[in-house]
DNA sequence: GTCTATACGGCGATAGAC
DNA sequence: GTCTATCGCCGTATAGAC
């Protein structure tokens, strides 16, 4: 059971409510700084409740990964029907314009969970770099369908890299012109490119 | 006073016994997650020592900083001993895949520490992009001798994303190799590079 | 299912003997 | 200067009433 009825009219459950402060504040603040009271505060759900619906902090870390993996699944396969992979690799810098205030402000929510992730020994988050493997998987395909062989993959490695490289550089800097300029650059790479 | 003589041989104090343990910590493990009592065991100084030395966690953070920086500095003054801004540059690659495992397992510890004081809205460790700023700087400062205007800033900081980039997915894939291949990447692009 | 009160443990920090 | 013992807080997690 999801969601529940309210007068007919369908209401977010507390799990995803709960999901979504979580991942905004991870984003915002890191995983380990936000705190169960800070979630509960944020989604105006009681600190207690938080237990019915995930049971460790560790669970809603995982949780918001998984999430953050679902996006970029949707995104891709959004991208996926342009028809050029050249196109498809285009419209990819061009979210990172999209969201180019959250990220100087608080870096790449894929990148910055991965590495936060890979620093706790603990017991959890350990899967968070499979998210950073999808896209550069994601991007490989689309230089092979350029027609890139024996060097696809490294090409790929390079769009990736380029992308969490410019975010890590302008977050540090403060400049939202730093992706404003390098997402040009990446693009004249792709146009000058040759296999 | 720094040292203390120990039948006329100079030791290393506890003060950069304590940083020294601090800095692998952390670099390691992260600075959240780095307890006093692991530096302490680390450094096999007792815990309650450790406050002689620095008032307060964040004071060892900033000093971890402070080190950072000083060792990016000592490294740059090298660098500028060779001949060409383009051998530099190469240079400067070079130390990646010199510092390769390291980089693997926990990536660049300039950037790391960089976006995990971005998360941390406290009170301290507020100046540790500063680093990266010095590397920009010093990157842009070549492009200039290599003949660059107005763009030297554009092709510094697309240095400096490359190396950062290369990092992050690296140790994302847990993969030596992407470093091996991205650094040979940037050379080429550095080789065939124009004004 | 919801929510309050509280137990429990860990970590930063201090007191104070030596 | 060195080191042990311990305090106090905060954050995760649980108990248990409703």
Redesign the pocket.
Known sequence: ?CS?KFNGKKMVN?RELLLKSADELIHAQGFQS????DIARHSK?????I???F????DIGNAVIQLRESKLQDLLKQLDQLETPKARLKAMTETIIANKKDIVKYGCPIASLSQEAGKIEDSMIKKADSILRLLVDWAIKQFKEMGFRQNARMKGIQFVSHIEGMTVVAQALKDPVVLDCQVKALKIWLDDIKN
Do not use: H, S
Request: aromatic share 16%; no cysteine.
């Open positions: 059971m529940t507390k936000t705190t169960l009271a759900v009681p600190l207690g409740n237990y019915y619906y049971k460790t902090k560790a």
